[in-house]
């Protein structure tokens, strides 16, 4: 398998994260190329913006022209747990069943941070797999932290292979635990006092959980490949707003960490394009004070939207010289879908990955 083109959408609440990853996956696929969407944003407003039902399995999505393929994936923060467990048991359907019996796997949905995440990571993967798809392009959730999860896997291997979970896995690994035994070492008995009538179920949990470390590191190897390769194109949305500045500022740090640079600042809703019927009502010979109101009205908006997308690109020029900007249109209308397929029809995507 060619490794897959990454694109990942970050940046702060509201911006147009979601729009402008499904314009970008839209514009690729329309240019014959064969495209994964993905959302982990539990909000699930993809499935808005491509106009169709998302899930949890791959759907194709139809396109406005060209060759190529579009699948839209968004996968259900509801489902997440079983999703995650389902890919760690892949081959023993029998292991699922003996976990979703254990008292204690709910349990589990609040210890894992970000599950949603790695359930995501899984189902995309598994979906990059099935579809053969060249690009995949990532909408992440509002968040600050939408960057942490790319630790999350390895942070999980870490844990997996800590002495408590090995003393735990031992005990899981007996018939006979709900007391502790002669046969048991001191730490094990201890452990199987404390956690007195539940300690079958925990121990039963951590034995199932040691048993998949292998796939824990597979679904690190996978969230590397995707995330963290030098290859993987971040695009920051934002929009005229301090705070959605501030956030891309965050957001630079945050993947500096990770030593991964952005391939530019995506700045959304940064201008109206030339209005064509305005252009008619003006030169009109009869007019009225009210389409004179309207005019005037809709040329101050336009003007105000310039002067605060001019404050903010040069702003941006100043604090990061080498990132370059690229700004979006303001599309005027209801329908997120509409709004979408405006950008895609807009976006030059070559001309977008050659901008670094
Ligand atoms: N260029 C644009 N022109 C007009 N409306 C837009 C544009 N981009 C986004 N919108 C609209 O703004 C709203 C927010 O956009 P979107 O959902 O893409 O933001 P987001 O960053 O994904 O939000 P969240 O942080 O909640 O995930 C939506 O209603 C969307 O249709
Ligand atoms: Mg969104």
Redesign the pocket.
């Known amino acids: 398998m060619n490794h897959p083109e990454v694109i990942v ?1 970050v ?12 314009a970008i996956a839209l514009s690729l696929a329309n240019s014959g190329r064969r495209v994964l969407i993905v959302s982990i ?1 539990p ?1 699930r ?1 993809l499935a ?2 491509m106009g169709v039902e998302l899930g949890t399995q791959a759907r194709a999505l139809s396109l406005d022209s060209g060759s190529g393929q579009l699948y839209g994936l968004m996968p259900n923060p509801d489902d997440a747990l079983r999703t995650f467990v389902e890919f760690l048991f892949e081959e023993e359907p029998a292991a699922v069943e003996r976990l979703l019996q254990n008292r204690l796997y709910q349990v589990l949905e609040a210890a894992v941070p970000g599950i949603h995440e790695l359930a995501a990571i899984s189902l995309t993967w598994r979906a990059i797999v099935e579809h053969e798809v060249d690009a995949v392009v990532i ?1 992440t ?2 968040s600050r932290n939408a960057v942490d999860f790319i630790s999350y896997p390895k942070s999980l291997a870490k844990l997996l292979g800590g002495r408590a979970v090995g003393w735990m896995a031992a005990i899981g690994k007996r018939t006979s635990i709900v007391s502790p035994d002669d046969r048991m070492g001191r730490v094990e008995q201890l452990l199987v006092r404390a956690l007195g009538p539940v300690a079958r179920d925990v121990a039963g949990l951590f034995a199932e959980m040691a048993r998949v470390r292998k796939r824990f590191i597979l679904l690190n190897e996978h969230t590397s490949k995707l995330l963290l390769r030098p290859e993987t194109r971040y695009f920051l ?1 934002a929009s005229s707003t301090a705070a959605a500045r501030d956030d891309v500022g965050y957001l630079i740090k945050k993947l500096g960490k990770l030593d991964m640079t952005p391939q530019a600042i995506l700045l ?2 940064a201008f109206v394009p030339e209005r064509e019927w305005a252009h008619v009502l003006e030169a009109a010979s009869v007019t009225t004070a009210a389409i004179d109101e309207v005019l005037s009205t809709l040329t101050l908006d336009r003007e105000a939207r310039q002067r605060a997308t001019a404050r903010f690109t040069k702003d941006f020029s100043k604090r990061y010289p080498n990132l370059p900007q690229v700004l ?6 209801v ?2 879908r509409s ?2 397929h ?2 895609a029809q807009y976006l030059d995507f070559p001309a977008l990955v050659a901008s670094r």
Do not use: H, M, Q
């Open positions: 959408c940046g702060g609440g509201g911006v147009g994260k979601t729009t402008a990853s499904a944003d909000a407003r808005d913006a909408d959730a509002p949305v959304n809703s979006l249109p303001f599309v005027e209308a329908e997120p709004i979408v405006a950008l």
